[in-house]
């Protein structure tokens, strides 16, 4: 049986008590399978609730920046992940986001998050290779896109 939420366009404002962001109301969906939460405002704290059974996930357009925590919390909480897409999002460096990122900027964040998440099977809109798992495994962990900080003149 396959069991899919889709949250797109629905605005999740999530609880801001604490520094982490959560996803109240999925942990009672232990056995969902395919989760769809494009544009939905998601920032880089959301805290993901144990979801065994998960293999897809879809964040495509939402407010990631950075992606250790995000995906800390990912392998964390949905260990049989496979499919997984961020495009539209700061921390996905594409032509979609901004035309200063290139390939080689888009190949460095596959290889960050295969090493994070070696499971997956695809990411965004490609088929994960043999050689990006290699690389990931070696080297991913380094390969961490970051942005400079704009230097402020006084």
Known sequence: MCICCDSSFNALFLFVFSPCRSLDGLEGFACLEELILDNNLLGNHV???????????????????????????????APSLEYLSLLGNQACPNELVSTEKDEDDYQRYRYFVLN??????????R??????REVAGSRGAFMRVVKPQENKVR
């Not at 994070?116 to 809109?125: A, E, G, R």
């Not at 088929?127 to 990006?132: G, M």
């Open 47 to 77: 805290c993901f609730p144990l979801l065994p059974f998960l293999h897809t996930l879809t964040a495509n357009k939402n407010q990631l920046t950075e992606l250790d925590h995000f995906l800390d919390s990912l392998a964390a909480s």
């Open 116 to 125: 994070k998440l070696p499971n997956l099977k695809f990411l965004d809109t």
């Open 127 to 132: 088929k994960v290779t043999n050689k990006e």
